[in-house]
């Protein structure tokens, strides 16, 4: 809006208010009724259980810092989620009322960040807190183009009040706003009920936010099977209905609410989730037919328990490995195709990795780094098939080793391979020099035609070698 200077004070007095208004209150405009207007439910400490010491330090500085200047502050989302479920937060989220400037001025330490919506980082210590201003609905914003045909909201950066601020969030369990000053609960849309009865309910018309963001179907899924929360009828209706809007949302945001999905350690309550919602033909456009095969289904599902046990016990797990493990019977169904139409075992797999990881990549953008590992843990395999000569001591030798070993045994469990291959690298890699000498088995007269062909730089069967060298 245009600041006109000979405006009479009164006149201009009002405009400004009017402005003030409709930034902050969210005013029906344009005859749209926008959500009703009322006071948020104040929930004092004994209703919601938070205890104020639960609080990371920085996040209790940057809630004070702020209020201090005389602006609101709150921490939200999924830290208050989890501390009335009484679970660990991951992180702490802030909302305010202030600016992204005025947060970035009161702090030292801190940047503002994002393209999408701008947001500011402030650092205490070690730790990141992450400070957001309250934000509008979309449908306040002047212009229709931020919403795409099929009602997908393309920009999303309209300030807005606290109220605002809470009906745009997706569930009513991630709207809730705690005030770690006065120890109160704000909730706007009475997602402390639906915490405590153990219920994910999406805030508003369930197809609509959905259309705005298809992503919100995933996170319906993934929170309900991270949290044990119960879907409302409601809320999970219109799933199956409007899965395919999938299609519509950028690969890569599919592939980090991929990674959310599947390293929180619920992946395979998430995965029967995704089948049972029908969500999963968006994601991994083939594992419906993976998993409809009985030793498909077993590899993933082994894969999936075997990922959440690392996590439950904080080990590492690699994007990478599980990615491998999701698309390999996509992998080995086309190596074997090609094999029997006259392909060599070699040329024949890296031409069905890149046809696998290339339809992937149009529905899923593995990152670069995660599709290279990938791709190596994939070509490795063969070369545990060759127990002669000094290929096994090589392999030993490859920096790949362990996750191919790993993914190994998930083809042997899972029946693919004898259960006998996997042992005998397990007692190959720990034997000394003359019991590995004893164990290798007598070289037949075919790898050495391969041998000769692996010095040729661009040929197939030196691929896995270079692609393992890149890591
Ligand atoms: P997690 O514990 O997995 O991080 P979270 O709920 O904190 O879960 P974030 O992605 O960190 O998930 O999002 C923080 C908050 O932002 C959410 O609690 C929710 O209020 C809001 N939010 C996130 N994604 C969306 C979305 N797609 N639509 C509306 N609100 C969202
Ligand atoms: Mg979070």
């Known amino acids: 809006m245009r600041y006109n200077s ?16 409709r930034v902050f209150k969210g005013k029906p405009k344009g005859g749209r009724v926008l959500a009703s207007s009322h006071e948020a439910r104040r929930y004092p400490r004994r209703v919601h259980g938070i205890a104020r010491s639960s609080i990371s330090p920085a996040a209790l500085k940057t809630v004070e810092g702020l209020q201090k200047a005389g602006f609101a502050a709150f921490v939200v989302g999924g830290a208050v989620r989890d501390l009335i479920l009484k679970r660990v937060p991951k992180d702490f989220d802030v909302a305010t009322d202030a600016t992204p400037e005025e947060v970035r001025r ?14 500011v980082h402030v650092m205490h210590g070690q730790e990141t807190i992450e400070v957001s201003t309250f934000r509008g609905s979309h449908l306040d914003a002047d212009d229709d183009a931020s919403v795409a045909d ?34 109160e609960v704000f909730d706007f849309t009475d997602g402390l009920p639906d915490l405590k009865a153990g219920v994910l309910r999406i805030i508003g018309a369930p197809h609509t936010r959905y259309r705005e963001d298809p992503v919100r179907m995933l996170r319906a899924v993934r ?16 799933i199956p209905e409007l899965a395919a809007l999938l299609h519509d949302v950028p690969p890569a945001r599919l592939f980090d609410e991929m990674l959310k999905l599947f390293l929180s350690g619920h992946a395979m309550e998430s995965a029967r989730a995704l089948r049972e919602h029908g969500l999963h033909h968006g994601l991994l456009p083939m594992l419906d037919v993976v998993l409809e095969q009985p030793l498909g289904e077993r590899f993933v ?3 999936l328990r075997n990922t959440d046990e690392r996590v439950l016990a904080d080990k590492p797990v690699s994007p990478a490995f599980l990615f491998a493990a999701l698309l390999w ?12 139409e006259g392909a060599r075992p070699m040329p024949a797999l890296m031409q069905a990795m890149h046809e696998v990881s290339d339809i992937q990549a149009e529905k899923l953008a593995i990152t670069k780094r995660f599709s290279v590992m990938m791709k190596e843990i994939w070509s490795i395999q063969p070369r545990f098939e060759q127990r002669a000569g000094q290929r096994p001591y090589r392999l030993l030798e490859n920096p790949r080793f362990r996750a191919g070993y790993d993914f190994l045994l998930l083809r042997c469990q899972s029946g693919e391979l004898p259960m006998a291959l996997a042992e005998w690298w397990d007692a190959f890699a720990v034997a000394d020099s ?3 000498a004893a164990m290798l088995v007598p070289d037949s007269g075919a790898p050495k035609k391969r041998r000769r062909r ?17 890591a």
Request: charged share 25%.
């Open 6 to 21: 000979a405006v009479s004070p009164i006149t201009h007095g009002s405009m400004i208010k009017k402005l003030l208004q």
């Open 106 to 119: 009161l702090f030292r330490r801190s940047r503002i960040i994002g393209r999408r919506f701008r947001i």
């Open 150 to 183: 099929s009602g997908r909201i393309l920009r999303d950066n309209v300030f807005g009040s606290h109220e605002e601020d809470a009906v745009r969030r997706d569930f009513s369990a991630n709207a809730l706003y705690y005030d770690p000053v006065t120890e």
């Open 223 to 238: 929170l309900s099977a991270k949290l044990g929360l119960k879907l409302d009828p409601a809320t999970e209706a219109p």
């Open 301 to 303: 599902t082994l894969a």
């Open 329 to 340: 019977h996509e992998v080995l169904a086309l190596w074997q195709k090609l094999q029997t």
């Open 434 to 436: 003359a019991q590995r």
């Open 454 to 470: 692996s010095r040729r730089p661009a040929s197939a069967s030196s691929a896995s070698e270079t692609a393992s060298g890149q």
